[in-house]
Nanobody
Framework: VQLQASGGGLVQPGGSLRLSCAASGRIFGLNAMGWYRQAPGKQRELVALITGGGSANYGDSVKGRFTISRDNAKRMVYLQMNSLKPEDTAVYYC?????????WGQGTLVTVSS
């Protein structure tokens, strides 16, 4: 399973970014897809997860600002990030669960700064 994330970059506070992640390889039994993030000096934390049926869960710090979605046919997961704050600065990692196994992408850096 390979995961390719894109869409990170530098944005001003209050701005928006959209992350995308494409899953490829032998993906049978693809279940949850989502995003985690890790800021410098901090542990990796959940940003958002979405099941194959479309049920979404969000980390408390992003509720109401971020929206996760997926396209099962394309094996894509997206993260729309609005009202970005400096504390959202982190490396964002794409995540998928396949038959109970966890897979991670290489990460994409999001920097929120004026």
């Amino acid at each position: 399973v390979q995961l390719q994330a894109s869409g990170g970059g530098l944005v001003q506070p209050g701005g928006s970014l959209r992350l995308s992640c494409a899953a490829s390889g032998r993906i049978f039994g693809l279940n949850a897809m989502g995003w985690y993030r890790q800021a410098p000096g901090k542990q990796r934390e959940l940003v958002a997860l979405i099941t194959g049926g479309g049920s979404a869960n969000y980390g408390d710090s992003v509720k109401g600002r971020f929206t996760i979605s997926r396209d099962n046919a394309k094996r894509m997961v997206y993260l729309q990030m609005n009202s970005l704050k400096p504390e959202d600065t982190a490396v964002y990692y794409c995540y998928v669960e396949v038959w109970g196994n966890d897979y991670w992408g290489q990460g994409t850096l999001v920097t929120v700064s004026s």
